[in-house]
């Protein structure tokens, strides 16, 4: 958990595209691989239905749906999402950083008490809701989480969709109770007469608010560990914020895994993948393919070019990337200025998961 890289080089350098029978899938770990993957949408689908496999229905969401149900859902979010006015985001984004680090003490779980309500409270401005209490967010997140695991651990599914009902009973709420300007003001008010179904959008509103917060919050901890043991990459956030951003994202990689589906027989990678197998795309060892990034285990925040797949690629390349990285700078950029000697007190505790690296608790002193 605190350095899959190791094991993904092993992997790649022994064979890059292997059969996992346990799990009935290909394991890629080639950045060329994953990425003519992630864009062979004629091949390869999200959707596990097409290949006959029973899906949940509260699964049924944007990362889960091909085209046709999939555009006009991403068009009425990209379009919510882009309504925001991004400037003033930034802005309030930057105030609530200074906030938050100034009313800290010396000594800190950065987890618990920064990165987790900076990413809570941006994703509910974005979206136009008040925040949901934090302690219930910290019992119904891990479960959800978890099922991205289930493929190893189907124990967890019942938990995962419990814990999924609790945030659709908030979305639903928030469909009534938002503030003009925000997502759930454009989606409730566009919704009416576009014909779409309305679990479909739902449940992609959940997601939305669950990466929102959950993915940016595993990237802002992840990055600071990451500078904590490459002392001198935070100066680059004032200096190169955009490069360092990519950098932190590739040499991180919270969404260590995505999967697809074959639907038809391809050549890939000197394999034929079958119609029906599934493909294991390991995004954490592309972004570390030292035939894409030179010196790939080096974190290097002047890095550039920088083709990472952090944020995915193709149609369902990540909608809130763009968030992630405004946050990523707003905090980093401050802590470069203010608190530059930032250093653990303690050890980093992971989260334990497959799919989404994360990290646990992270005791920092801050000056
Ligand atoms: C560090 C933070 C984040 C990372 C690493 C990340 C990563 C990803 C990745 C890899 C995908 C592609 C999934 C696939 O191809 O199956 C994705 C999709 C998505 N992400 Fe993010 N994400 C982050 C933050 C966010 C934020 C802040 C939001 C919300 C504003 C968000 C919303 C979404 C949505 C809705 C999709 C589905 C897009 C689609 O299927 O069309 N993510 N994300």
Redesign the pocket.
């Known amino acids: 958990m605190r350095n899959p890289a190791p094991v993904y080089h092993a992997w790649r350098e022994s064979d890059p595209f292997f059969w996992y029978e346990e799990l009935d899938t290909w394991v890629l770990t080639r950045h060329q691989d994953c990425a003519a993957v992630?864009k062979g949408l004629d091949r390869f689908t999200?959707d596990w239905r097409r290949l006959g496999e029973g899906t949940p229905d509260e699964l049924i969401m944007?990362?889960t749906v091909d085209p046709p149900d999939?555009p006009p859902v991403?068009r009425l979010?990209a379009a919510a999402?882009r309504s925001r006015d991004h400037a003033a985001l930034a802005a309030r984004t930057a105030g609530r950083v200074r906030r938050l680090l100034a009313d800290l003490p010396a000594e800190v779980d950065f987890v618990r008490e920064v990165a987790v309500p900076l990413t809570v409270e941006t994703?509910c401005d974005?979206l136009g809701v008040d925040p949901p209490d934090l302690d219930w967010l910290a019992g119904v997140s891990p479960p959800v989480i978890d099922t991205m695991d289930a493929g190893l651990r189907p124990e967890v599914i019942p938990a995962g969709l419990a814990a999924r009902a609790e945030l659709d009973a908030l979305m639903e709420r928030w469909m009534s109770d938002h503030r003009p300007g925000g997502m759930f003001a454009v989606v409730s008010e566009k919704l009416r007469g576009m014909g779409l179904d309305r679990r479909l959008v739902m449940n992609?509103l959940r997601?939305?608010f669950h990466?929102?917060f959950e993915?940016?919050a595993?990237?802002l901890a992840l990055s600071l560990l990451a500078i904590i043991d490459n002392p001198g990459a935070l100066r680059f956030f004032a200096k190169t914020p955009d490069t360092a951003v990519d950098e932190v994202?590739r040499y991180t990689s919270?969404?260590q895994v995505?999967a697809r589906g074959c639907l038809v027989d391809t050549e890939l990678g000197g394999r034929t993948v079958r119609a029906g197998q599934g493909v294991t795309l390991i995004?954490g060892a592309a972004n570390r393919d030292p035939a894409v990034f030179p010196d790939p285990d080096a974190l290097l925040p002047d890095r550039s070019p920088n083709p990472h797949l952090?944020?995915?690629r193709g149609?369902?390349?990540?909608?809130?990337?763009s968030?992630?990285a405004m946050q990523t700078r707003a905090l980093f950029a401050e802590l470069a200025v203010h608190h530059p000697e930032v250093r653990p007190c303690g050890e980093p505790v992971m989260w334990e998961s497959g799919t989404l690296r994360g990290v646990r608790s992270l005791p920092v002193t801050l000056s």
């Open positions: 992630l999200s944007l990362q999939h991403r979010l999402y994703i974005v992609s997601s939305t990466a929102g993915s940016s595993r990237l994202i919270q969404v995505l995004i952090g944020f995915g149609l369902h390349a990540c909608l809130g990337a968030l992630a």
